[in-house]
Structure formats: C-alpha cells, structure tokens
C-alpha cells in the first residue's frame, strides 16, 4: 500500500480547511449597511438572522419577506420566524444535547425600523434564544 499519496490527499484537505475557516463571516453582502458602534468582545460564531431590505433569513436562508412581517402589526412576534428558530433548536438538541442559553445574532441593516426589529427580538425570546447580539461594523476604540 502506497501512503504517499494518501498523504497528498490529507495535505491538501488540511490547506483547503485553513484556507476556508475565518473566525467572522460577512453574510449580508453589498446590500446590507450595518450601524456603528465600539465592539466590547468579538463576535463568536452563531446563529445568524440576517434583515435587509427586502426579507428575514435565517442562515442565509429566506424565511419570511419584510411586507409579510409588517403587515400584522397587531402580533408582537414574527410566526414564520419563530417556527424556523425553534425547528433550528430541536435539531441542534438532537445533536448536542439540551443546551440552556442559545446564542444568536442579529445583523440588520441599519434604515430597518425598531417596530420591525422589536418583533425579530420578541419571536426569537419566544422560541427560546436567550443570548442575543447586534452585529455593527467596529468604530475604534479613539473615536465616540
């Protein structure tokens, strides 16, 4: 048996790992403008809802669009939102186990209104993410 090239084949997983592994992933894309603010900590990797303009997503993935979202303004959560969420959080129970704080993070573009951000926070309290966080683009540390 040859190790040589198996050897080869682990190597060039092992670059294609490194290469493809960062610690903070840009998801909104051009279209999203997140707010200023002074950073205490890093970001940690999580669950990401992301809100621009046009929809809500969850990972990357569009759930529900923002006209939908506002248009019950009587409701104080979003449904669609909290369904997804709490179908994310029975899976990631399946695998790791019951977890108590369930970290997420929420990267809006900057024009959303409070009213629209309030219910992404209320429905995300409601399917039992505990540990939320605000995604904005660091200031520095000089400037206030």
Known sequence: MNLVSLMDIFTILVFFLLVNSSDV???????LR????????????????LVDEDAIAVQGRKIVDINDALMNSDESTIKPLVEELRYLAERAAAVKGPVDERPITLMA????????????????????????????????????
Do not use: C, H, N, W
Request: glycine share 6%.
């Open 25 to 31: 992933q840009q998801q909104g894309g051009d279209k």
């Open 109 to 144: 573009d900057r024009t959303i209104e409070f009213s629209l951000l309030k219910k992404i926070m209320a429905s995300a309290s409601l399917a039992e993410y505990t540990e939320l966080s605000l995604a904005v683009i660091s200031k520095g540390k000089d400037s206030d």
């Open 34 to 49: 997140l707010p200023e603010a002074r950073i205490e900590k890093p970001l940690e990797q999580t669950l990401v809802i």
